[in-house]
Nanobody, 126 residues
């Protein structure tokens, strides 16, 4: 059984930084992509960032581009999200996601990802 375990959320002030971590346990294969989505209260889940392991290419939503950096190690099934210059509008539950080999749906679509973490809360105060 595959489990994604996230850590690193918390309560910070605007302008501060946080680093989220996610590790997938129980996998017998390797993802083509691992990434992050978030969901704020009363809003739909939205794409934040993902990394295409095969191309070594990161993707970011416009709202976090230039502030967030995704990195990780596919061999270790681990991905990180360094979040700088945090804003109150970044407040949300952040979910880690991983796909299966052969996934061809868009990187920014939640339908691409077969495995999800339980989420970690990020709260940014003004």
């Amino acid at each position: 059984q595959v489990r994604l375990v996230e850590s690193g959320g918390g309560l910070v002030q605007a302008g501060d930084s946080l680093r989220l971590s996610c590790t997938a346990f129980g996998r017998t294969d390797s993802s083509w992509a691992m990434g992050w989505f978030r969901q704020a209260p009363g809003k739909e889940r939205e794409f934040v960032s993902t990394i295409d392991w095969r191309a070594g290419r990161p993707y970011y939503s416009d709202s976090v581009k230039g502030r967030f950096t995704i990195s990780g190690d596919n061999a270790k099934n681990t991905v990180y999200l360094q979040m700088n210059s945090l804003k109150p509008e970044d407040t949300a539950i952040y979910y880690c996601a991983a796909d299966r080999p052969g996934s061809w749906r868009p990187f920014n679509s939640g339908t691409r990802y077969a495995y999800w973490g339980q989420g970690t809360q990020v709260t940014v105060s003004s």
